[in-house]
């Protein structure tokens, strides 16, 4: 059974273009996660998706970033026009379909470690 | 607020002895869950250990222990018997009730001496 996996592992952008990011989730999981690590810092949470919803953005900055998780497909967290502090690890985690006041873990990709020149 | 506290940016123990990385939480609720998180050089996240906030006894996973304190709101990592593999960023994380994010603490870099 495949882990969460994320490509590509490194993405270098120049300043103002595009940084797509790609995450497929567990087999059987429904649940899709995406967290951001500055350099020594801990994970900072950014957007919880569904297929075909976003449940909670509340953690993503509110211009130049999207996220979507496809009926088919991987998740994608899009950032336009990228700038230096966009530099980071982008991590994603998947779990499994929650059931009703279950704490369940999450599973962790291996991260994109993207870098803004 | 800072949700999670981990108070020790570094620590160093001889390998084949334990040690115990400090993980404080802040929550009013009262279902939760706490998690510990391995990151080493390559940079993956590696779960070690879970701790439910309504479980009785604290969790164990082979040399990873969880000493669980809820009324002092702890839930500090024991690693018994070092390896030189051990050295690494641990990340204590809490998820409460039904909300989506996870909180991480900032991390403690563990290095384990020869």
């Known amino acids: 059974n495949a882990g969460v996996m994320q490509n590509p592992r490194h993405l270098v952008r120049r300043r103002g273009q595009e940084a797509r990011l790609r995450c497929s989730p567990m087999k059987g999981h429904s649940h899709v996660y995406w967290y951001r690590q500055l350099p020594e810092e801990g994970l900072k949470f950014m957007v919880y998706?569904?297929?075909?919803?976003?449940?909670?953005e509340s953690g993503m900055p509110k211009e130049r970033f999207s996220a979507e998780f496809p009926k088919e497909g991987p998740s994608i967290l899009r950032i336009q026009q990228v700038v230096r502090g966009d530099s980071a690890a982008y991590f994603c985690a998947s779990s499994p379909r929650t059931s009703g006041g279950a704490v369940n873990e999450q599973f962790f990709g291996p991260g994109t470690r993207l870098t803004v020149l | 607020a800072q949700k999670i506290t981990q108070t020790q940016p570094g620590m160093f123990v001889q390998e084949k002895e334990a040690v115990t990385l400090d993980c404080t939480y802040d929550t009013s609720d009262p279902s939760y869950g706490l998690f510990w998180y391995k990151q080493p050089s390559s940079g993956e996240m590696i779960f070690l250990i879970y701790q439910g906030s309504y479980d009785q006894q604290n969790a164990t996973e082979g040399r990873y222990s969880l000493n669980f304190q809820k009324a002092r709101k702890s839930a500090n990592l024991v690693i018994s018997a070092s390896q030189l593999g051990d050295s690494a960023m641990y990340f204590c994380a809490m998820r409460e009730g039904q909300n989506n994010d996870m909180r991480f603490g900032a991390g403690t870099r563990l290095t384990v001496k020869p």
């Open positions: 998706l569904q297929k075909e919803n976003i449940i909670d």
